[in-house]
């Protein structure tokens, strides 16, 4: 109990800062009437950095898809919003995570965090400019269809032992696991989250890792990334847009507490009722997306691609049994 409270105490005093260092600038700048137009963010993101925190997804998608879809934000806006919040809150409930002690399995955040950063760095200059906004949009919901398939079935389905590490990998893993993080960096600069979900499913299916584990080490994984995409867009790229930023001031004290929260809360409770509102999410977002973007064949012909490319990853993937090799040894 008292580490507890030495733990709380030292969060509290690192969140008191940021929200002081964000109420000065607020009223530096006289930014308090941007609640005005934007107060549907606001409440949009207490839900969004709970989930954050409390599960593999992070708060970009709950943002993302309710810009999109439900407030008709461009998805290159909602995508940069999404990096800029979760560079807050998810770190912040990294910190927490750090803070607690909460397990996390270190191969898993190295191996897959260096694949993400590759990824999204690659995603940011090749496939962003190639993707339209209805199909950002097809994109994104068809994805995260695959991804709730693979939570139901690791949540409802599948009877296995879960493990608190990953076994010792061999190089052939150890490359899949980097190639997994790859393609999660590429959703993410598409989407502003996806590394997450992606090497989420993939170890707690291909190798039984614990969602005790798997869940912590996504939270910790996707805030390198978005710090990383936040990076690229402000300072590299120049794409980082005025509208995300107000986004963000009304949005940002919400995060710093909802994420933490979110990560303090799924360590103490079972996984299936959270499990169960995220697919059922998962779900309404898309046949919400078919009715509000009617999208052409040939949207529909892309977007069942990307769902089978997740089901590949998230399913034949983990099932395919690597090369033995004679000499194995820790990453």
């Not at 397990?103 to 995603?123: D, P, S, T």
């Not at 590490?165 to 790859?182: D, R, S």
């Not at 064949?297 to 089978?308: C, P, Q, T, V």
Request: with cysteine; aromatic share 14%; glycine share 8%.
């Amino acid at each position: 109990m008292t580490s507890l409270k030495s733990q709380l105490k030292i969060f509290l005093f690192l969140a008191f800062l940021m929200v002081l260092g964000w109420a000065i600038f607020m009223s530096i700048t006289q930014n308090w009437s941007l609640f005005l137009d934007n107060w549907f963010m606001t409440v949009t993101m207490i839900f969004g950095s709970f989930v954050a925190g409390a599960s593999s997804e992070g708060g970009g998608a709950i943002a993302y898809p309710a810009m999109t879809l439900l407030f008709n934000i461009g998805p290159d806006v909602a995508r940069n919003f999404s990096f800029a919040i979760q560079s807050f809150g998810m770190s912040f409930a990294a910190i927490w995570i750090f803070l607690s002690k909460i397990k996390i399995e270190k191969n898993y955040l190295l191996i897959a965090g260096v694949g993400g950063a590759i990824g999204i760095i690659f995603g940011s200059y090749f496939i962003v400019p190639l993707i339209t906004p209805s199909y950002a949009k097809m994109m994104f919901v068809s994805f995260w269809l695959s991804f709730g398939m693979a939570l139901w079935v690791v949540n409802f389905v599948q009877k296995r032992d879960s493990k608190e590490q990953l076994p010792v990998l061999t190089t052939y893993q150890k490359v899949e696991l980097l190639l997994i993080g790859v393609l999660g960096g590429m959703f993410s600069s598409v989407f502003g989250n996806g590394i997450d979900i992606c090497t989420f499913a993939f170890v707690v299916l291909k190798y039984g890792l614990s969602e005790k584990i798997a869940t912590p080490t996504s939270v910790i994984l996707m805030a390198s990334n978005a710090i990383l995409g936040t990076f690229l867009n402000v300072f590299v790229l120049d794409t980082m847009q005025a509208e995300a930023i107000n986004y963000l001031l009304v949005c940002l004290p919400v995060v710093i507490f909802g994420a933490p929260l979110g990560a303090f809360v799924i360590n103490q409770i079972g996984r299936k009722s959270i499990a169960t509102i995220l697919i059922t999410i998962i779900v309404v977002q898309f046949i919400t997306a078919l009715i509000i973007i009617r999208p052409s064949f040939m949207n529909l012909i892309f977007s069942l691609g990307i769902f089978l490319l997740g089901v590949a990853v998230f399913f034949l993937l983990t099932k395919i049994k690597p090369p033995q090799e004679t000499n194995q040894s820790t990453f």
